[in-house]
C-alpha cells in the first residue's frame, strides 16, 4: 500500500516547497514553508534546495556541481525573494550566484543567505571512478531509531522531522539517552517521508538534516550554519541514502562538519563541509 501511494521526483511536498516562480529575469518569489524549520528557524539545508532551484532556472546547464552558501541571517517561514546573477557560462560548466532576501519588522529588506555554485550535466560525465572512500558501516534500517521511535521528543527537533525518514545509527544516539560518546559523528538512513527518490536537489537538504554532531560532544541546542559547501559528484540512484557525519575539532566556539552521502548502489553521490556555531555551556 505504502509504495502504490510513493510520490515522485517533481510531484512531492519538497517539490512543491522548494518551487521558485519567475517574477523577471533574475527574480524569484517563493513562500518559505514552515514545514521545513528546526526550533523556528528554517533549515539551512531547504534553503539551499531553493536556491539550488532558482540557479537551475537561471543557468544553461541543469544540476549543481558545486555550491557554497554564507548564512547571514536566521530565514523565517514566509515570504522571500531570490535574486540571481549569471557568472560565467561554458561549455561543461556554468557559474552563477545568487542571494535570498526577506523584510524584517520595519519593512527592511534584509539579505538571508548568499550563494556562489557551478553548474553541469550529471548525466554527461564519465564512468570512471578511482576511489579509497568506503561507505559507512551503518546497521539496518530495522536495527536503527528515528523520532518515531523516541518515548519522548527528540531535543532540537521540529517540523522538518514529520517530513523525513530518518534512521540513525544507534551507536550515535547517545546524547539522546544521556550518555554522548564524545566522538562527534552521526550516521543515518535518509529519504524524504513521501518516499521520494533522492536528487542533486535534495542531496543539498540530506547533507544538513541529521542530528548535529555537537550532540555527540555533550553540546545541546541550536547549532546554526555559517558556511556550507556542496559537492554533488553523480546522480543518486533510487532508495534511501546513508549520510555520514564528522565532527573532529571544537574549538572558539564553532566547529566543522564533514558530511559523505551514499547511494542504494554504494556510490559516493555527494560530500560537504560546513562552519557552524556551537552553543558552549554558560556562554
Not at 554564507?70 to 561543461?92: E, F, I, N
Not at 532576501?101 to 548525466?123: C, H, K, M, P, T
Amino acid at each position: 500500500m505504502a509504495q502504490a501511494s510513493q510520490a515522485t521526483i517533481g510531484d512531492s511536498e519538497f517539490d512543491r516547497d522548494t518551487a521558485v516562480t519567475r517574477r523577471a529575469e533574475g527574480v524569484y518569489d517563493i513562500d518559505l514553508s514552515a514545514g521545513w524549520t528546526i526550533i523556528n528557524a528554517v533549515n539551512g539545508g531547504y534553503l539551499l534546495a531553493v536556491l539550488g532551484r532558482a540557479l537551475a532556472d537561471a543557468l544553461p546547464h541543469p544540476d549543481p556541481f558545486t555550491v557554497s552558501a554564507h548564512y547571514l541571517t536566521a530565514s523565517q517561514p514566509g515570504p522571500a525573494v531570490v535574486r540571481t546573477d549569471v557568472v560565467r557560462t561554458g561549455r561543461t560548466l556554468s557559474t552563477g550566484q545568487a542571494s535570498l532576501f526577506q523584510y524584517d519588522e520595519q519593512g527592511n529588506e534584509v539579505e538571508r543567505i548568499r550563494v556562489l555554485a557551478s553548474y553541469g550535466d550529471l548525466d554527461a560525465l564519465p564512468d570512471d571512478v578511482r576511489t579509497t572512500a568506503k561507505p559507512p558501516a551503518i546497521p539496518p534500517i530495522d536495527q536503527c531509531f528515528g523520532p518515531d521511535d523516541a518515548p519522548a521528543p527528540v531535543p532540537g527537533s521540529s517540523a522538518i522531522t514529520d517530513r523525513l525518514m530518518l534512521k540513525l545509527d544507534p551507536a550515535t544516539l547517545g546524547w539522546a539517552l544521556g550518555a554522548p560518546s564524545g566522538k562527534g559523528e552521526m550516521r543515518a538512513w535518509f529519504g524524504l517521508k513521501d518516499g521520494r527518490d533522492a536528487d542533486p536537489f535534495s542531496l543539498l537538504l540530506a547533507v544538513d538534516a541529521l542530528p548535529p554532531t555537537a550532540f555527540e560532544l555533550g553540546l545541546s541546542g541550536w547549532v546554526p550554519t555559517v558556511e556550507l559547501t556542496v559537492h554533488v559528484r553523480c546522480r543518486p540512484a533510487p532508495g534511501p541514502l546513508r549520510v555520514s557525519i564528522t565532527t573532529r575539532n571544537l574549538a572558539g566556539g564553532f566547529l566543522e562538519e564533514d558530511a559523505e552521502v551514499w547511494d542504494s548502489d554504494d556510490r559516493l553521490v555527494a560530500q560537504s563541509r560546513q562552519l557552524a556555531r556551537a552553543r558552549l555551556q554558560g556562554a
